[in-house]
């Protein structure tokens, strides 16, 4: 049985071959948006190494220099408006996974009802040739997905 599995992942590979797997490999990051605790929040999950490219030298040696590095990368590259309020982004969190980086992220808005929801995010676009970016917000028992890349950077979501 093992000899099968090893010969058909042989088979595979000088099949497709190594570099057009690698070619194809799922590059995302994914933002929620979610009301908890009488506010609006943000969870942003991104690839470890991809932020590490796009940030770059600017991230410092400590853990408090690479935070502002990269509140600083997330501010110039996302922005988003709730009913025309523009948010400002109040980063409460950031979690260090393995292969991840959490950030949570407050919105700066008044609580209100939700009628439209603005985004415009180029995170990781430039650095990332195949970077997709997911936005996800569940308002109003509604739950409601885009998808943002180098050709769609922005998306209005209406409730």
């Given at each position: 049985?093992?000899?099968?599995?090893?010969?058909?992942?042989?088979?595979?590979?000088?099949?497709?071959g190594?570099?057009?797997?690698?070619a194809?490999?799922?590059?995302?990051?994914l933002?929620?948006?979610?009301?908890?605790?009488?506010?609006?929040?943000?969870?942003?999950?991104?690839?470890?190494?991809?932020?590490?490219?796009?940030?770059?030298?600017?991230?410092?040696?400590?853990?408090?220099?690479?935070n502002?590095a990269?509140?600083?990368?997330?501010?110039?590259h996302?922005?988003?408006?709730?009913?025309?309020a523009?948010?400002?982004?109040?980063?409460?969190?950031?979690t260090?996974?393995?292969?991840i980086?959490?950030v949570?992220a407050?919105?700066?808005?008044?609580?209100?009802?939700?009628?439209?929801?603005k985004?415009d995010?180029?995170?990781?676009?430039?650095?990332?040739?195949?970077?997709?970016?997911?936005?996800?917000a569940?308002?109003?028992?509604?739950?409601?997905?885009?998808?943002?890349?180098?050709?769609?950077?922005s998306?209005?979501?209406?409730?």
């Amino acid at each position: 049985m093992r000899r099968k599995v090893c010969i058909t992942i042989l088979i595979l590979n000088v099949l497709v071959g190594v570099d057009s797997v690698k070619a194809h490999e799922l590059n995302f990051g994914l933002f929620e948006l979610f009301e908890q605790d009488q506010a609006y929040f943000m969870e942003i999950r991104l690839d470890k190494a991809n932020l590490v490219e796009a940030v770059g030298n600017n991230a410092g040696k400590s853990k408090e220099d690479w935070n502002c590095a990269l509140s600083q990368y997330l501010n110039a590259h996302m922005s988003l408006s709730i009913n025309e309020a523009i948010a400002s982004f109040d980063y409460q969190a950031f979690t260090f996974l393995d292969d991840i980086i959490v950030v949570t992220a407050k919105l700066d808005v008044p609580l209100q009802e939700i009628s439209t929801i603005k985004v415009d995010n180029t995170v990781l676009l430039e650095t990332i040739e195949n970077q997709t970016n997911i936005i996800k917000a569940a308002f109003h028992s509604k739950k409601r997905s885009f998808r943002l890349d180098k050709d769609r950077v922005s998306t209005i979501i209406k409730y």
